[in-house]
């Protein structure tokens, strides 16, 4: 059992920062790819950023420059520091574990950003 939790969500305005967090608990392998993906209303899930267990990042073009994915292996969670947020940033927020060993994919539940401008 395998599960995975967002939080620090939040209303923000335009220009200002958030930190999202993702706890992934159960039994986590350590060789995993956890990411970041979002879903404004009505349109479809895209992925923001990604973060292998060895360190090695990639993201959006929308984002990149102003996110930065990072995580603690020894806990198993991974973050998502958004700066100069957009009104276009705002979304649900979806955490996803990916175990490479196990080759099986968890997401969370989200979490909600919104970005006033």
């Known amino acids: 059992q395998v599960q995975v939790v967002e939080s620090g969500g939040g209303l923000v305005q335009a220009g200002g920062s958030l930190r999202l967090s993702c706890a992934a608990s159960?039994?986590?392998?350590?060789?995993?790819?956890m990411s970041w993906y979002r879903q404004a209303p009505g349109k479809q899930r895209e992925l923001v950023a990604a973060?292998?267990?060895?360190?090695?990042?990639s993201y959006a073009d929308s984002v990149k420059g102003r996110f930065t994915i990072s995580r603690d292996n020894a806990k198993n969670t991974v973050y998502l520091q958004m700066n100069s947020l957009k009104a276009e940033d705002t979304a649900v927020y979806y955490c996803?574990?990916?175990?490479?060993?196990?080759?099986?994919?968890?997401w969370g539940r989200g979490t909600q950003v919104t970005v006033s401008s």
């Open positions: 996803n574990l990916f175990s490479l060993l196990r080759k099986s994919e968890y």
């Open positions: 159960g039994s986590i392998f350590s060789l995993n790819r």
């Open positions: 973060i292998t267990s060895g360190g090695s990042t």
